[in-house]
Structures are given as structure tokens and as C-alpha cells.
């Protein structure tokens, strides 16, 4: 089993940075895909981010594509987002999340998920 923890989030203004971390416990984080995701109020929880285990894959959804960086510490136990040229949409709750399987995109292909840290942007 693995428990997720993010932290980093924050208010700032439009065109600020942020790097969202997400503290996982147990031996096993590096064999999990992980990935970022974020809901904002009355909305469905959209994919952000994900990383393979070993960080030679990463994929984004187009909303954040060149904005937006996810990276992982496997000696750490931690999972980055780097969000770059934040923008009032991109106000969220941000979660992360734990797959055991392949890279994927789809909510329900992870398996755990931490609390979320709230993202806000102010135009």
C-alpha cells in the first residue's frame, strides 16, 4: 500500500511558479507510475501529468504542455510538478496519484491517491 501527501500549493499570481511535491511512504514508490491530476470547483478531475518508474517517460495534457514539468525522486520518495507560467485556470485542487500498471492518463487506472494541496491563481 502507499500513502501520498502533497504539499507546495499556494496563491500567487498569474505568470508565477509553483512546484508541487508529493511525499509517498513505502519500499516500493519506484515501481509505480505517478501522476498529477487537479479538480476545479464544479468540474470534473482532469489528468495533468504522469511518470513512468523510472522517469524515462512522462506525459502531459495539452493544457499544460511546456508549462508544466513532472519529475520524480525515487531515492526521495517524491514526485515534482513544476508549474511555470501559471495562469487563472489553472486554479485547482491538485492530488497525486499511484498506478501500478503502465503510463496512463485515465483517473481510474490509479490505484492511490493523496488529500491535494490547493492551487490558486489570481488574475
Known amino acids: 500500500q502507499v500513502q501520498l501527501v502533497e504539499s507546495g500549493g499556494g496563491l500567487v499570481q498569474a505568470g508565477a511558479s509553483l512546484r508541487l511535491s508529493c511525499a509517498a511512504s513505502?519500499?516500493?514508490?519506484?515501481?509505480?507510475?505517478m501522476g498529477w491530476f487537479r479538480q476545479a470547483p464544479g468540474k470534473e478531475r482532469e489528468f495533468v501529468a504522469a511518470i513512468n518508474w523510472s522517469a524515462s517517460s512522462t506525459v502531459y495534457a495539452d493544457s499544460v504542455k511546456g508549462r508544466f514539468t513532472i519529475s520524480r525522486d525515487n531515492a526521495k520518495n517524491t514526485v515534482y510538478l513544476q508549474m511555470n507560467s501559471l495562469k487563472p485556470e489553472d486554479t485547482a485542487v491538485y492530488f497525486c496519484?499511484?498506478?501500478?500498471?503502465?503510463?496512463?492518463?485515465?483517473?481510474?487506472?490509479?490505484?492511490?491517491w493523496g488529500r491535494g494541496t490547493q492551487v490558486t491563481v489570481s488574475s
Open positions: 513505502g519500499r516500493t514508490f519506484s515501481s509505480y507510475t
Open positions: 496519484a499511484a498506478n501500478k500498471g503502465p503510463l496512463m492518463t485515465l483517473a481510474r487506472a490509479y490505484e492511490y
